[in-house]
């Protein structure tokens, strides 16, 4: 199965922050990486496929970039609702497989 | 509006059995491939399985194969997943969400507990 590592598992910022996270698969995923948020009590929603493409009603302050086994999310000038937890997901091969999460807080 | 609304979970014994079932509405359910995706408490997603748009082929996640069973009746827009031989590990909250191009919309989520 490949592997997500993602890091950082957490992070305390402020409004206003630049923040990146960072996903590297243990095996070559060309550009199949997609970024979901999850907010508490919520379920999981995605910001971007194929590693840099912005879905539907997404925000422009949230953006991918990557290939192949080293993939990047930022999200700059953070708000109090981006306040959530992110994952990276692989969907190159089955068994899909996800990062650990990263936790932003305030 | 597209609606994926998940039930049939609740608290069960380490070792019985349960089905989930999550139904779709506000999009042609035939059209996509299926997922069922879960979250322990304190811990993070985990991809579980999933099932083509025909229900031709499906894939399971290795902690789950041979347990759980994914199927789909399209004439009623309504993805299962039925769980036996429960585990402590099993508990969590499970996700049913739609893919084609990639997996765009997820249901609200149902519980599962496993406990004596």
């Known amino acids: 199965d490949i592997v997500m590592t993602q890091s950082p598992t957490s992070m305390s910022i402020s409004v206003g922050d630049r923040v990146t996270m960072n996903c590297k698969a243990s095996q070559n995923v060309g550009s199949n990486v997609d970024w979901y948020q999850q907010k508490t009590g919520q379920s999981p929603k995605l910001l971007i496929y194929?590693?840099?493409n912005r879905y539907t009603g997404v925000p422009d302050r949230f953006t991918g970039s990557g290939s192949g086994t080293d993939f990047t999310f930022t999200i700059t000038n953070m708000q109090t609702e981006d306040l959530a937890v992110y994952y990276c997901?692989?969907?190159?091969?089955?068994?899909?497989?996800f990062g650990s999460g990263t936790k932003w807080e305030i | 509006e597209v609606q994926l609304v998940a039930s049939g979970g609740g608290l069960v014994q380490p070792g019985s059995s349960l089905k989930l079932s999550c139904f779709a509405s506000?999009?042609?359910?035939?059209?996509?491939?299926m997922h069922w995706i879960r979250r322990a408490p304190k811990k993070g997603l985990e991809w579980v399985a999933m099932?083509?748009?025909?229900?031709?082929?499906?894939f399971y996640a290795d902690s789950v194969k041979g347990r759980f069973t994914v199927s789909r009746d399209n004439s009623k827009n309504t993805l299962y997943l039925e769980m036996n031989s429960l585990r402590s590990e099993d508990t969590a909250m499970y996700y049913c969400?739609?893919?084609?191009?990639?997996?765009?919309?997820w249901g609200q989520g149902v519980m599962v507990t496993v406990s004596s």
């Open positions: 506000g999009f042609t359910f035939s059209d996509f491939h």
């Open positions: 997901m692989q969907s190159n091969s089955y068994p899909f497989t």
């Open positions: 969400a739609r893919y084609r191009n990639n997996v765009d919309f």
């Open positions: 194929k590693a840099s």
């Open positions: 099932i083509y748009y025909d229900g031709g082929h499906n």
